[in-house]
């Protein structure tokens, strides 16, 4: 009965593999979004999508990429995997309206060796 | 059960003035405690993160306190600004069982009159 859920929990890869991780809402939301999480427990915005727009925040590398096939999945694609991308990646949705709280998924700790 | 609740639930002051928000926890073994702003459409932004061995943080106009004895944490707005107006949302972040676990409030809805 998970509202925001994401697949996998844990990902192992090495440098320079492509990897991508799954987010699946079940809440009827309009918005859909990535964080990332750094060792400092931090969470920054990575992407917001909704039906209209998709927005990058410039910060990010190309190498990101956010796929929706639908308005209840937004997977990340991650290319040319770098020591650096480590991190716990976090999706989240919410209402377009803004107001509303953001439901999170339990996150997907991702290492590259 | 683990709560974070932040009052007050909607704020409106005119340009220029000092605030401070408010937000508070039931759980004293915080692990961190992040601000955020959220402006409709663009998710959050952080604001200020507080590890549970600090006091507090600063950027700029913004101050945020930490204090686990009383299971409070408030974010000061100095000279505020009509750019200011957001939903303002404090979480309380913590490690259970090696998932992170976010608590959040319900947000404090800050509407800067110019």
């Known amino acids: 009965d998970t509202a925001v859920s994401q697949t996998p929990k844990y990902l192992v890869t090495q440098m320079g593999n492509d990897k991508s991780i799954k987010c699946e809402q079940n809440?009827?939301?309009?918005?859909m979004y990535w964080y990332k999480q750094d060792s400092k427990k931090f969470l920054k915005i990575m992407f917001s999508?909704?039906?209209?727009?998709?927005?990058i925040n410039e910060t990010v590398p190309n190498r990101f990429s956010p796929k929706s096939p639908d308005k209840a999945h937004l997977n990340l694609h991650i290319n040319s995997l770098e020591l650096g991308d480590s991190a716990v990646y976090f999706c989240?949705?919410?209402?377009?309206?803004?107001?509303?709280?953001?439901?999170f998924g339990n996150g997907t700790r991702l290492t590259v060796t | 059960k683990q709560e974070v609740t932040q009052i007050p639930a909607a704020l409106s002051v005119p340009e220029g003035e000092n605030l401070v928000l408010n937000c508070s926890f039931t759980d004293s073994a915080i692990y961190n405690l992040q601000w955020f702003r959220q402006d409709p459409g663009k998710g959050l932004t952080s604001l200020l993160l507080i590890q549970s061995s600090q006091r507090e943080q600063t950027s700029g106009r913004l101050n945020a306190s930490l204090d686990k004895s009383s299971g409070r944490s408030t974010l000061y707005i100095a000279a505020s600004q009509p750019g200011d107006s957001a939903t303002y949302l404090c979480a309380r972040i913590a490690t259970v069982d090696s998932n992170y676990q976010l608590i959040w409030g319900a947000g404090t809805k800050l509407i800067i009159k110019p």
């Open positions: 809440l009827g939301h309009d918005t």
């Open positions: 989240a949705s919410s209402q377009a309206s803004g107001n509303s709280p953001l439901h």
């Open positions: 999508y909704n039906n209209k727009e998709l927005i």
